[in-house]
């Protein structure tokens, strides 16, 4: 009973839409220009204010891709009324892979693109790590034609699971994002650092590297003087609703 009764109130979030977005901004490290945001699921529904156990659970109902497809689509569809207001030119969106897999993903992604006609505006699907590739080959050819409309990828969390490194070499992503822990302390580890360095040089000019969690100007400073291309982190901006 009290898992129908969890299933009954999932399947009410996800359809009745009972959640919104705060978009945090992205800013260009050289000149501080705007590049865009990353839209955030926000929920406060029957105590759901934990998004990673909300996710958690859905994934064990098997409504994972259901509230992940229907997440994307309304984030979409607020940015898209937002967009003549709003200077960034790119919104980073997050999928599990197990979504970009499901076979319904490409025909909603048509059906809002279609649409959704944003001039001059960059869709990025941010592959979450908290979801383990296990076919790299399949994985490939399916964003190939997503990349052919247009749409870019990232790695988020860069650094956290070591999954991450070979996805960074499979996937070939747009952008790629360090997790937060290098961002802390970053302008008092020699260690960090060096590691920050390394993954500049592998990317150099094919990918571009986002710091997350920047909350202090010392490491801001440092991660300007490595190079690091993009910034995105409380000092910077916080979330919000557009």
């Not at 997440?71 to 892979?97: D, E, W």
């Not at 490595?226 to 910034?231: A, D, E, P, Q, T």
Request: hydrophobic share 40%.
């Amino acid at each position: 009973m009290q898992n129908d009764k969890t299933i009954e109130l999932i399947d009410t979030l996800i359809y009745q839409e009972l959640f919104h977005h705060y978009f945090q901004p992205l800013y260009y490290l050289d000149d501080w220009s705007l590049l865009g945001y990353e839209a955030f699921l926000r929920c406060d529904y029957q105590s759901y204010d934990n998004i990673e156990s909300l996710f958690g659970l859905a994934r064990k109902y098997e409504k994972l891709n259901e509230l992940d497809m229907t997440s994307i689509r309304k984030a979409m569809t607020v940015y898209h009324r937002h967009q003549n207001s709003i200077t960034g030119n790119t919104l980073f969106l997050n999928v599990y892979p197990s979504t970009l897999k499901n076979q319904q993903f490409i025909h909603i992604w048509n059906e809002l693109t279609e649409q959704m006609y944003m001039t001059g505006k960059r869709i990025v699907l941010e592959i979450n790590e908290a979801e383990e590739i296990t076919d790299y080959a399949l994985m490939r050819r399916i964003i190939r034609p997503l990349r052919e409309k247009g749409v870019l990828f990232a790695l988020d969390d860069l650094g956290k699971g070591a999954a991450s490194l070979k996805a960074l070499i499979e996937l070939e992503p747009e952008f790629v994002k360090l997790d937060r822990y290098f961002a802390n302390d970053l302008s008092i580890s020699p260690a960090k650092q060096k590691m920050v360095q390394s993954i500049l040089y592998y990317c150099q000019d094919q990918i571009q590297v986002v710091l997350e969690g920047i909350e202090h100007s010392r490491d801001l400073s440092m991660a300007k003087a490595l190079g690091v291309h993009i910034g995105q982190g409380y000092l910077l901006g916080k979330p919000h609703l557009l």
